[in-house]
């Protein structure tokens, strides 16, 4: 009987995503047809990102600058996810703004079966999935209206970034390294490996987020973890390997002229002030949960990859490298995934520093 019970409520939540996951895209898609909310608006970095789409999409093989009129000039937006975008508006004769929106959609699918899949898998519960999404797209404090910032909101106008794109297809590649570090299967390897170049070569920033976060995988989960850090030292030289042929522009000279130079000195030093505290809100109640994981032992992925990078946030300040401040975004994904099952199997305790409560029952 218990059984049958436990198997209803997993079937239960379960339409509960669907139904969440569903409502959501209504919304994306209402948000993303509306040039005042969507990606058309005028804010951010809509112009550059869909510039660069615009100029490979005419010229796949020798693009010119899609902002300068310049035959010396390059763009280091010309990466494998605005190649394949290019390649989908040329393919399908599709407008500027088709493209675009339907890349945002694809983007927040891609977003909630990524979320879906991760957190089952790392939890072993198919319960806490709604709670990891809900805390992910809701439960922030004042908006930052940053890049690689992920609250629903943000959401309708940068689904189609680069930085967020990547930051979507990072849970897919989650789910698959640690797929293979629990069970071992080549196949789920090279999943993660594909996503692994994409994600790092679209978008080096959140690539670098999310190679830390397979490492700290490989170092806490599974038995053999001396042979998976060696397969991804494998996969590290791989997208080395890529990001040297990559044909378009120097990878190279792109990170750091991005991370060396005082091109937005200003705009970086909004991400340190201290106001982002209360922005923070209620995500501050997340460290004592942590705390509490540190010292019973429990998730270190969770544990280690917050401290990790929080540690990165902090140092790249002190050591004036541009682009470290928006690992306090990546901060924050911990801090929003701090669920985890009750001793008991019919109850779950759902701890969210986003909730502004560190311990919420629900039965």
Aim: hydrophobic residues 50%.
């Amino acid at each position: 009987m218990s059984m049958v019970s436990n198997t209803r409520k997993m079937v239960t939540m379960e339409a509960k995503y669907l139904f969440a996951s569903v409502a959501l895209i209504f919304i994306v898609t209402a948000a993303v047809l509306n040039p005042a909310q969507g990606p058309m608006i005028e804010l951010f970095d809509y112009w550059e990102h869909a510039a660069s789409i615009n100029e490979l999409s005419n010229n796949i093989f020798y693009p010119q600058n899609p902002l300068l009129h310049s035959e010396d000039a390059n763009t280091l937006r010309y990466t494998p996810y605005i190649l394949l975008a290019a390649l989908l508006k040329k393919i399908f004769h599709l407008e500027l703004f088709a493209t675009i929106t339907l890349l945002s959609i694809a983007s927040a699918i891609v977003f909630l079966i990524g979320v879906y899949l991760w957190s089952t898998e790392y939890f072993r519960d198919r319960h806490v999935a709604l709670y990891v999404l809900i805390t992910l797209l809701f439960f922030w404090g004042q908006p930052f209206n940053y890049s690689n910032e992920y609250s629903l909101r943000f959401f309708s106008y940068t689904l189609f970034y680069p930085s967020i794109i990547t930051f979507n297809l990072s849970f897919f590649g989650l789910y698959w390294a640690l797929k293979f570090v629990r069970y071992g299967a080549v196949r789920h390897f090279v999943f993660y490996g594909l996503i692994a170049i994409f994600i790092f070569v679209s978008h080096p920033l959140t690539g670098s987020f999310f190679m830390l976060c397979v490492l700290i995988m490989m170092i806490t989960e599974g038995s053999n973890r001396l042979k998976n850090i060696g397969l991804y030292s494998a996969s590290l030289a791989v997208i080395a390997v890529v990001l040297l042929v990559w044909p378009y522009h120097s990878f190279i000279a792109s990170v750091i002229k991005s991370t060396t130079t005082d091109w937005y000195y200003p705009f970086r030093n909004y991400l340190y002030r201290f106001e982002n505290i209360y922005k923070m809100g209620p995500a501050l109640l997340g460290l004592p949960v942590i705390l509490s994981f540190l010292i019973n032992k429990k998730y270190f992925f969770i544990t280690m990859g917050i401290l990790v990078c929080a540690f990165i946030y902090v140092t790249t300040y002190f050591m004036n490298i541009r682009l470290g401040e928006r690992y306090l975004f990546f901060c924050y994904i911990f801090s929003s995934s701090c669920c985890r099952p009750s001793p008991s199997s019919t109850k779950y305790v759902f701890i969210s520093s986003r909730l502004g409560c560190p311990n919420s029952f629900l039965y």
